[in-house]
């Protein structure tokens, strides 16, 4: 059965009385064929591209209910149709349903969900049957699809639903496909992502700030969600819906590899890579910012914070580089209540309601700051795979992933297990090798679980790089 996914998009359309409405369609969801015939249904629609064009549509339309198009690359509209249309906005979070308090009946709303979800698994199929895959689609997609099965599955648990167990099925066996290509890129391609162009978004955690500085930031606040993955992501950003803040342009970063904080966050704070170059994050912030931003010297200053609370020095100074690290503590210390982040999901966007971070956002943004708020790494739902490994373990947060200083010792410690997967890239760890647990596996007794990071899953690798727009 093939699942009406976009039918909350066309619903707002029709449930407005208006003649003429202009859809704002960041998202390009109109360009899907299913979702224009959807349209052509209902209204006369137009894809603007000239004003000449526009009227005369509109002329020709005349005894017609009118839909006018704007795709992100459109500027304007002129003003006279602008002012007497309707103007509807198409968001991504239209997509996902509305908390379960709504007049929507829970079966209405599952049923709804249920749709979106197989929708967004057949998009990420399909981009994984491409010839050149494009893998920062994919985690959003996963990441958005993830953020509506695991809050879909928290009711499920709660209710004693059995009735998910197929959905659960499905998504595994994509899982499964996806773990295959990803490793592979991994292993195979990744290390080539360091010589992408910088032009249109940083590609790799370590240039974020050169690309800020390529962007002309004048005033930056960089903030570092510790943990943050894109289906956390969208908790946020249901959270900033909330508050009035809507205007994103949402890019993606690669975290270094291994992805754990002491590598990843510091290459974020110091535009560094190597290993043995990094240095703490905030000399690394003030030593970059010094030397490659406008009017930067002295002018740079560096947080480490628990939760968003607002605070006048955030302001003091022209260069802020903040890390709030509740979404790791979180994931760390949650224990799952089924094989997934639901419980994760739930308690942090109950907990980001009890912040300061709409505010603090706000403030940057009144004061001209270009603000950027991506992440070190993600992390994802692990097993223990039966390989213990105490001496080599990069982190005792992060079981994913242990530093050996030469190949021998990386090669001997691999034959423990087939699973295990040697990993190599000289310009970030030199000399060193890196064996990581495979895809959802961790370093420890079998049937023990957590929610860690350090190793090569989708979800801890590319994580949001987020500008918050006026």
């Not at 006018?68 to 979070?93: A, C, G, M, N």
């Not at 379960?100 to 979800?117: Q, W």
């Not at 060193?432 to 190793?455: D, K, N, Q």
Request: hydrophobic share 40%; net charge neutral.
């Amino acid at each position: 059965m093939r699942h009406e996914w976009f039918k909350p998009l066309i619903n707002k359309l029709i449930d407005s009385y208006s003649v003429r409405i202009i859809v704002v369609d960041n998202s390009r969801f109109s360009l899907r064929p299913e979702v224009a015939a959807a349209l052509k249904q209902h209204f006369a629609v137009h894809f603007y591209e000239s004003e000449m064009g526009l009227r005369a549509f509109l002329r020709k339309s005349a005894d017609s209910r009118t839909l006018i198009i704007k795709l992100p690359e459109v500027s304007y509209l002129p003003f006279d149709i602008e002012q007497t249309s309707e103007i509807i906005h198409w968001r991504d979070t239209d997509l996902v349903s509305d908390p379960p308090d709504t007049a929507e009946s829970g079966v209405e709303s599952k049923e709804r969900d249920v749709a979106g979800i197989y929708s967004m698994a057949n998009e990420v199929e399909q981009l994984l049957q491409a010839g050149t895959i494009v893998w920062g689609e994919i985690a959003y997609l996963w990441g958005k699809l993830s953020y509506m099965k695991d809050r879909l599955f928290y009711r499920a648990v709660y209710n004693n639903d059995t009735s998910l167990a197929t959905v659960e099925t499905d998504l595994k066996n994509l899982e499964t496909k996806l773990a295959k290509e990803f490793t592979s890129f991994i292993v195979n391609q990744y290390r080539d992502l360091f010589y992408h162009s910088i032009l249109t978004e940083p590609v790799t955690i370590d240039r974020v700030l050169p690309f800020c500085k390529h962007q002309g930031a004048k005033k930056l606040a960089l903030v570092c969600m510790d943990g943050m993955g894109f289906q956390e992501w969208f908790c946020f950003k249901n959270y900033f819906k909330s508050k009035g803040i809507s205007n994103f342009r949402e890019m993606h970063v690669f975290a270094l590899i291994p992805t754990v904080t002491e590598i990843s966050r510091r290459a974020l704070f110091s535009g560094k890579k190597h290993l043995l170059d990094l240095p703490t994050e905030a000399k690394g912030f003030r030593e970059y910012v010094n030397k490659n931003m406008p009017r930067g010297r002295g002018n740079a200053q560096y947080f480490l914070d628990r939760y968003p609370r607002l605070k006048l020095e955030y302001f003091a100074k022209d260069y802020v580089g903040i890390v709030y690290y509740f979404v790791d503590d979180l994931a760390h210390h949650t224990r799952s209540i089924s094989e997934d982040k639901s419980l994760v999901q739930h308690n942090l966007e109950v907990s980001l309601h009890k912040t300061d971070l709409d505010k603090i956002i706000e403030r940057f943004l009144t004061e001209g700051f270009n603000v950027i708020i991506t992440a070190d790494h993600g992390c994802v739902y692990s097993q223990g795979i039966g390989v213990k490994q105490e001496k080599y373990l990069l982190s005792k947060r992060a079981k994913r992933a242990c530093l050996f200083p030469n190949r021998h010792l990386a090669l001997d410690f691999l034959g423990k297990d087939d699973s295990l997967i040697l990993y190599r890239n000289k310009e970030v760890l030199g000399e060193s090798y890196v064996v990581l647990a495979p895809w959802r596996g961790m370093f420890g007794g079998l049937g023990e679980t957590a929610i860690s990071h350090g190793g090569l899953h989708l979800e801890e690798v590319i994580v949001p790089c987020v500008e918050v727009l006026p």
